[in-house]
């Protein structure tokens, strides 16, 4: 298993994941964005494949993790963990005191992996997300380090 950055040149699989995953996906725009402001963009890559990605924006002594996503047939198989491992022990080479996080309040199976690792509930974020319906909620959490 590979941690890398990943570049514009990357980001048609990039978008293959995001728009596998996520019923609102971020935009090339989006990510295009994050690689221009020099967030950390990584890639995690199995066998040349690429199998997930995530995006992190350093500020001062905090991380915000601000997307990470497995290409779902890789998904409960533990890359979700080891690629959370791995940021957090970026976030702690880059002096971070914490790293915040918001995931769907219906993303139980995110959520559950933040808690294993120690992430801790701070507040929910009425109408963070869009959704099917209207708007969902956000569950915005920390991790001291």
Known sequence: M?????KEHDLSAIELIENEVHAYPWTRGNFLDSIKSSHTCLM???NEEIIGFSVMMFVL????????SIKKSMQKKGYGS?????MIQRARLAHSKTIYLEVRISNHAAIHLYDKYGFNEMSIRKDYYR???GREDAVLMGLVI
Not at 2 to 6: A, D, H, K
Not at 61 to 68: I, P
Not at 82 to 86: A, R
């Open 2 to 6: 590979q941690f890398i950055n990943f």
């Open 61 to 68: 002594d905090e991380c915000h993790l601000l997307n990470m």
């Open 131 to 133: 959704a099917k319906e």
């Open 82 to 86: 080891h690629f959370l491992k791995e």
């Open 44 to 46: 995690m890559k199995l």
